[in-house]
Structures are given as C-alpha cells and as structure tokens.
C-alpha cells in the first residue's frame, strides 16, 4: 500500500479547505506507519513512553468515533479499545493486537465520520454533547480540533518511525 497526501488547494471554499486538511493528516498517520510490521508498529520506542504507532492509530479510531459519532450525531457508540478500568486501553497493546484489525477499525471510522459530517452545515451545532463537557460544537469546531489532534499526533508518529527504522519526513 502507497498512502497518497494530498493538500487542498489553495483557493478552495472553507468546507473542502477543512475536510482536505483533515483529510491530508489521516493520510499523513497511515503513511508513517506503512511498510512496518505488527511488532514494529507495537513498538513504543521513546521510553519510558508506552506510545506505539498501532497505539495512536487505534487512539485516533476513538477520536473519530467519539467527536463524530458521539458528540456530532448523539449516536450510542460505546469505546473501541478502553473502558472504564482502563482509560487508556487504546495505547496498551498485546501480541495479539494486529496492524489488520487496527487500521480497518480506524478506516471504518473515518468512513462513518465522513457521512455524518456531510449531513451538517459547518455552523450546524451537534446533535450530541460532549461526555465531560456538556457541551455541543459546531462542525467547524470539530474539524478544526480534530486537524489540531492529527496534527499533535503526526508529530509523535514522526518520532516514534524515525525511532524503529530512521525513516524521517514531514
């Protein structure tokens, strides 16, 4: 698989300038982690971090899940990967955990994020509140955190590749 990165164009409206640059940072994790094997996308390489690849990839499937399903559509879509005894069970990961299983999950949830979103305007406020918050947020709001998020996160998948086999790039 050859991930292509595309950045929106330059001129574009505000809606396709939003969707292309969250687009562009997906594509930007699943590039880091092409060509590498399960036990190298497990591998957390910046100690004494548990941070992994595979981790982050099934971190951002709950990201999507969460801002566009939850919160965007009010839709009841329980945890993926953690739960009540284990807030962060998206980061720990077993032998058993696959590349396969990770990244089909997070694909499935971009997919289902992509038709929520296109049935709101970007002003449109959410249907759904935020867990903690209560808060509701305007489709703009969560494309804009949800670039923000990629983008952090791109940052560490930048460290962690370059930390398994040296492959660097931006």
Not at 112 to 122: K, Q, S
Request: hydrophobic content about 35%.
């Amino acid at each position: 698989m050859t991930t292509e990165r595309r950045e929106p164009a330059n001129d574009a409206d505000e809606r396709t300038m939003l969707e292309g640059w969250l687009d562009y940072h997906r594509s930007t994790l699943a590039w880091k982690c092409e060509g590498l094997t399960d036990a190298q996308l497990r591998t957390a390489s910046v100690a004494p971090s548990g941070l992994s690849l595979m981790g982050l990839v099934r971190h951002m499937a709950e990201v999507e899940r969460s801002w566009f399903r939850r919160v965007l559509a009010d839709e009841d879509a329980g945890p993926i990967y953690y739960g009540d005894e284990d807030p962060d069970g998206e980061f720990r990961l077993t032998e058993g955990d696959t590349w396969q299983e990770a990244y089909t999950t997070w694909q499935t949830e971009i997919a289902i994020a992509r038709r929520h979103a296109a049935g709101f305007r970007l002003d449109e406020m959410s249907r759904g509140r935020h867990r903690r918050t209560g808060e509701r947020f305007s489709l703009r709001w969560i494309h804009t955190h949800m670039i923000e998020e990629y983008a952090r996160h791109n940052g560490h998948a930048d460290l962690i590749r370059e930390c398994i086999d040296g492959a660097t790039g931006d």
